[in-house]
């Protein structure tokens, strides 16, 4: 999309979605807002998702992939116009919200090849974002390269968030780093976003990927980080001879909880999108039970 087309685009599109953004529902400690991850159901068709998820107590869906297709845009729901607009209809007459696109995009590549590649199909999510009202897109680090100096990739991934960032300018889409890979240490994270500080930049916290990892209490990391946190990922966990397995939320022996309480002190506005990581680890629970039973669970609590 050239620079003066995508300009009007999101005119356009700004003034249609503008009012989906200011008319956010409002947090409510005793009703947290929920979503999933539609990577823990890797092989249900869109409607079969949008179905569910309003059958259960659900207010928003993260699109992480549809019948294992990870490009949105290659998706039948999302690859021309008219079937963005039926599927935003779709989402809306059912009573839900998009609340995260899950892209691919890495941003710790430092040849130029890929790199560019990776810029490219975030800015991808980010214009199919901004046409379904979606205020959020997700890009991550993944392993940092061993052959090259941590700061230097880390400095990276801090452009990379600027020149997204500033993509994004004009329209109503956040791009958010997830909290991932070898980028999960406070110290590191915390710097990241102080470095690349753009009103359309934040961060996803997924507060189990951090501690699964760096032990460090989630009740510090979200003090750390609180300012960039814009949407969640939660799941539950245990290590079973040093290895980690993943639990439905509350059957675990992971700290989460601290986390989902540290939030809802905090006066934490967004979604608790729940990843159940089933494309990943097909072992797990099927999404029949897990993504049924995560509503009843973090109701549980909150009202507890």
Request: net charge neutral; proline share 5%; charged share 25%.
């Amino acid at each position: 999309m050239d620079h003066s087309s995508r300009r009007d685009f999101l005119k356009a599109t700004t003034g249609i979605l503008g009012l989906t953004f200011l008319n956010a529902p409002a947090f409510k400690k005793k009703n947290p807002l929920l979503s999933f991850s539609t990577l823990g159901c890797p092989d249900w068709t869109f409607q079969t998702i949008v179905n569910f998820a309003a059958a259960h107590d659900y207010q928003g869906i993260e699109i992480r992939g549809i019948k294992r297709e990870l490009d949105l845009t290659k998706c039948p729901e999302f690859n021309s116009p008219q079937n963005i607009l039926a599927s935003y209809r779709l989402v809306k007459d059912k009573g839900l919200k998009f609340v995260d696109l899950g892209a691919s995009a890495a941003l710790h590549h430092d040849e130029a090849k890929e790199r560019a590649r990776n810029l490219d199909d975030a800015k991808r999510f980010i214009d199919l974002a901004q046409q379904l009202g979606c205020p959020y897109i997700r890009v991550f680090p993944n392993n940092l390269p061993k052959d090259k100096e941590r700061n230097a990739t880390i400095d990276l991934i801090t452009k990379g968030l600027i020149e997204l960032g500033d993509y994004a300018k004009g329209g109503n889409v956040v791009v958010l780093l997830e909290t991932h890979g070898d980028l999960v240490w406070i110290g590191d994270l915390r710097k990241t976003m102080e470095s690349a500080a753009n009103a359309h930049v934040g961060l996803v916290w997924d507060p189990m990927n951090m501690w699964s990892i760096t032990k460090e209490p989630p009740a510090r990391a979200y003090e750390n980080l609180k300012k960039y946190i814009r949407h969640t990922h939660i799941k539950d966990l245990k290590f079973i001879d040093g290895k980690l397995q993943y639990t439905l939320l509350g059957q675990g022996e992971s700290p989460i909880f601290e986390a989902v309480d540290a939030l809802s002190n905090g006066g934490y506005k967004g979604y608790y999108s729940f990843e159940w990581e089933k494309m990943w680890h097909p072992e797990i629970e099927e999404p029949e039970v897990a993504l049924a039973a995560y509503p009843k669970v973090m109701r549980q609590h909150f009202h507890h």
